[in-house]
């Protein structure tokens, strides 16, 4: 097994990529420490790791709610082995409907609170750990409507870099897994109706390479491969699963098939 006996830490992970990923990381023999914020979530988590895991309750918002996660598993397990710093949320919205909430809200997740994860947590990891951060296709691929998202994500990438050459001399890795289109819960919660949701999954379908959405447990595949020592050689990068979403026809960068080929104003949503 890929993981026998490590210790993973997975944010964001209760749902979609996060989940997928936990449930593959348990099968490779790893003793997984899941974040999340759903109660009901968190419970059935739990009962999928049995004793070998641990689910734990914080927003990622809240600094002192990392440290309490930091510390439940050095008080547990004494260190981290793998950490997967998968939690964010995104708010869909045109560029005179964004507010200064919605600058904050996305970037104190998907960028500060991924960031001061990995702070806080490098302490625990030693030589020959791995960081894996979840950033996405956005994060090179103009789409109206997720401007923020979009550049909290640009954002991640950027991070996988700097902290990639830092952490080197440590000996540990820090890559970025960036996914495409999945079927996740994700896109349903961007505030769209279901008939615009079904345009904008037909016509997305239209633009891939690949024809269709990924799946999760693909993602999760990619994950595995950058937490595990087949990547032993590789850090600061980005592993693109987005079934050749940047391959495409350049002319369809950033379009979206609903509402005159911008999203409308959508509510916020973890993913």
Not at 10 to 23: E, K, P, Q, R
Not at 130 to 150: C, D, E, H, Q, R
Not at 156 to 166: D, F, K, M, P
């Amino acid at each position: 097994m890929k993981l026998d006996d490590k210790i993973v830490l997975v944010t964001g992970g209760t749902s979609g990529i996060g989940l997928a990923t936990v449930d593959l990381f348990r099968r490779e023999g790893a003793k997984v420490v899941v974040v999340g914020t759903d109660p009901e979530r968190l419970k059935a988590v739990e009962a999928l790791l049995g004793d070998d895991g641990l689910a734990v309750a914080a927003n990622l918002r809240r600094p002192s709610e990392i440290d309490h996660v930091i510390e439940a598993v050095r008080e547990r397990y004494g260190r981290i082995d793998v950490l997967f710093a998968n939690a964010g949320l995104g708010r869909a919205a045109p560029l005179e409907a964004v507010t200064e909430a919605d600058l904050d809200q996305q970037f104190e997740v998907n960028f500060k609170g991924l960031f001061l994860t990995v702070q806080k947590a490098v302490p625990l990891i030693g030589k020959g750990g791995s960081i894996v951060l979840t950033t996405s296709f956005l994060n090179a691929k103009g789409t109206p409507g997720l401007s923020i998202l979009s550049a909290t994500k640009a954002a991640v990438r950027s991070l996988a870099r700097t902290l990639g050459a830092e952490l080197a001399p440590r000996g540990i890795r820090i890559n970025a897994v960036s996914p495409g289109p999945i079927s996740t819960p994700f896109a349903g919660k961007l505030g769209l109706s279901e008939q615009e949701l079904k345009a904008f999954a037909e016509g997305v379908e239209g633009q891939m390479p690949l024809q269709r959405f990924g799946e999760a447990d693909e993602v999760a595949r990619a994950a595995l491969f950058l937490a595990s020592d087949d990547s032993s050689y590789v850090t600061g990068t980005e592993v693109v699963v987005d079934g050749g979403s940047r391959s495409s026809d350049p002319r369809n960068e950033g379009t979206m098939p609903a509402s005159g080929g911008r999203l409308p104003p959508g509510r916020l949503t973890r993913c």
